[in-house]
């Protein structure tokens, strides 16, 4: 399992929660569904960029980037 945290800048704000908030319906959806797939371990659809960090993007009407960090805890 992975756990998924959206940033919050310094001022306070959370760009994704805006971003999220002002799409469609339909289009949140597949968001969400991205987002939940990802939380589940699902990383299939991440492509590396550098400097530790991966671009989730999804194939359909909408396309969508995520951008994924993944920090090792101690086991």
Do not use: C, H
Not at 27 to 42: E, I, L, Q, S, W
Not at 47 to 61: F, H, M, Q, R, S
């Amino acid at each position: 399992m992975v756990t998924i945290q959206e940033y919050v800048a310094d001022d306070g704000r959370n760009y994704y929660r805006e971003w999220f908030n002002s799409l469609t319906a339909p289009a949140a959806a597949k968001a969400a569904t991205a987002v939940a797939r990802m939380a589940a371990g699902n990383t299939s659809n991440l492509k590396g960029i550098g400097n530790a960090l991966a671009e989730w993007k999804t194939i359909g009407v909408l396309e969508f980037a995520f951008m994924y960090t993944r920090t090792v805890t101690g086991s």
